[in-house]
């Protein structure tokens, strides 16, 4: 005589389909993730305010170097702070290096007749 099968335990399935509704989703290209404006302009303004801070430090150093000579340190860090601001997306950054490159030059000259 045959064995009879047992009947399909439907909580067993339904744990599956549970588990599957609390996974993460996955992203196929009809996914599409949404986002606040406001979180996305905030997110926008933190970064930048940060960086923008490193580009005007780097400006006033370059800018000190033009008139500080015996300084020979304030003119790279210029530099170096224009640089990381620059790489960060900040307009300032190229200041700040084109002016601690022109005060860095004028320290050198002016330290050669000094």
Do not use: C
Request: proline letters at 4%; glycine letters at 8%; hydrophobic letters at 45%.
């Amino acid at each position: 005589m045959p064995k009879r099968m047992a009947p399909i335990d439907n909580e067993k399935h339904a744990d599956e389909e549970f588990s599957a509704e609390l996974s993460a989703p996955s992203l196929t290209p009809d996914f599409t993730y949404v986002e606040d404006k406001e979180d996305v302009e905030s997110r926008e303004n933190d970064k930048t305010n940060g960086w923008t801070v490193i580009g005007v430090t780097g400006v006033i150093l370059a800018i000190l170097s033009l008139f500080t000579f015996r300084y020979y340190f304030v003119a790279p860090l210029s530099i170096i702070f224009g640089y990381f601001a620059y790489r960060k997306g900040d307009v300032l950054g190229i200041w700040a290096i084109g002016l601690g490159v022109v005060g860095l030059f004028a320290t050198l000259i002016v330290s050669i007749f000094l």
